[in-house]
């Protein structure tokens, strides 16, 4: 699961916890992105935060894990490379789920070599409350559409809380609230 994770929160939890058990898997992989070519003009926090953030959401699961490949590789993140990465990481017997909020998927067709993202990997759409999930728009590939808990969060209006001296107290894990005031994220 890709995401820019600025910050973390429980939308992003219950859609990769919904998938994985739906499609039993064995591991759930946040990637944070390096530089979101998405997000270019905003105001973007920097990726260590953004890592640390995600290390903490997901400790207490065993089967989520969290990737640098896309910080790492520095430059603007697609999610073609992002994905090329985890095959060689993984080994080419092991079966590539990506998993996207409705939001997300509705771009997909705009993302950079987008026939390859769909053989390297599965792609799960997931519900979220705002948005239509349909693939329609999506010709000739399988995508599977998963009705998730509906979380009414985005990290827009957790940034937006935080900066106006509201709570984030059960949008986000508590580790992550601390997190963002420790850093004095946000503000
Ligand atoms: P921002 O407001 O900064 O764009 P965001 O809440 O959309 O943040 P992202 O890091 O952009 O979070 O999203 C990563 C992935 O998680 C995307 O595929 C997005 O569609 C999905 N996602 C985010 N929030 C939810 C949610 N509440 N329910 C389901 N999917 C979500
Ligand atoms: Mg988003």
Not at 119 to 148: C, K, M, N, Y
């Amino acid at each position: 699961m890709g995401g820019t994770f600025d910050p973390i929160h429980h939308g992003h939890l219950v859609a990769a916890s919904e998938v994985a058990v739906r499609f039993d898997l064995d591991e759930v992989v946040f990637v944070p992105t390096g530089q979101p070519w998405q997000k270019a003009d905003d105001k973007v926090s920097p990726a260590e935060d953004r890592y640390l953030m995600t290390v903490i959401a997901t400790a207490s699961n065993p089967r989520f894990t969290v990737s640098r490949v896309d910080i790492d590789r520095g430059g603007p993140t697609y999610t073609i490379d992002t994905l090329r990465d985890l095959r060689e990481l993984y080994g080419s017997a092991a079966d590539l789920f990506f998993i996207t909020g409705a939001d997300a998927l509705d771009k997909i067709l705009s993302w950079k070599e987008v026939d390859e993202m769909f053989a390297l990997a599965h792609f799960v759409g997931v519900t979220r409350p705002g948005f239509d999930l349909s693939d329609d728009h999506l010709p000739d590939h399988e995508i599977s559409l998963i009705q998730v808990p509906a979380m009414a969060i985005s990290s827009t209006d957790c940034r937006e809380r935080v900066a106006a001296g509201q709570p984030v107290w059960y949008l986000v894990p508590d580790g992550v609230v601390q997190y963002i005031a420790k850093r004095h994220l946000y503000l």
